[in-house]
T-cell receptor, first 113, second 109 residues
């Protein structure tokens, strides 16, 4: 079955450490996205990528970094520069752009301890 | 970044009742999307709308693209327990979409 796989489901990080969240898709989608979700808020765009080796900042890119070396993979690194990293992170993909809707992964819940 | 105003914030309804929720924006959008999210999971696309005034159904769900292009509405008819979850609207174009704050729906059997 095609889909998006995010791992791990739960992640704990000590303050000051970088951590990388994995996102892999086998849908042959061109575009991939990272969103952050906080309680009672809508999803906010961190980064997106329309093609391999190219990505664009979203509304809240500060403290995050991404790479897109393969079409199937779009890992997100939460750096120590991110002041409030505890959140639910969602990866998504779409065929070309998001007009036809995103396919979301099941999310990674990151907690800073 | 922009966030859309979605209302109501939460709803508690009896099984079998109809549900209405809406989403408004200060900006005009070319596309409106409606998603449902179960706890601890990613959102799942319910309905996509592409034209002002468009009315689209998906089973018991019906959504409308507002004529002003600044709002959208979602109705659920004859609610059932599995309708429980958080419903999000999203408006935008291309790769720039903005999400509403969500409507949490509880269905009481």
């Amino acid at each position: 079955d095609g889909g998006i796989t995010q791992s791990p489901k739960y992640l704990f990080r000590k303050e000051g450490q970088n951590v990388t969240l994995s996102c892999e898709q086998n849908l042959n989608h061109d575009a991939m996205y990272w969103y952050r979700q906080d309680p009672g808020q809508g999803l906010r765009l961190i980064y997106y990528s329309q093609i391999v080796n190219d990505f664009q900042k979203g509304d809240i890119a500060e403290g995050y970094s991404v790479s897109r070396e393969k079409k199937e993979s779009f890992p997100l690194t939460v750096t120590s520069a991110q002041k409030n990293p505890t959140a639910f992170y969602l990866c998504a993909s779409s065929i070309r752009d998001a007009n036809y809707g995103y396919t979301f992964g099941s999310g990674t819940r990151l907690t800073v301890v | 970044g922009q966030q859309l105003n979605q209302s109501p914030q939460s709803m508690f309804i009896q099984e079998g009742e109809d549900v209405s929720m809406n989403c408004t924006s200060s900006s005009i959008f070319n596309t409106w999307l409606w998603y449902k999210q179960d706890p601890g999971e990613g959102p799942v696309l319910l309905i996509a709308l592409y034209k002002a005034g468009e009315l689209t159904s998906n089973g018991r769900l019906t959504a409308q693209f507002g004529i002003t292009r600044k709002d959208s509405f979602l109705n659920i008819s004859a609610s059932i327990p599995s309708d429980v979850g958080i419903y999000f609207c999203a408006g935008g174009t291309g790769n720039q979409f903005y999400f509403g704050t969500g409507t949490s729906l509880t269905v009481i059997p």
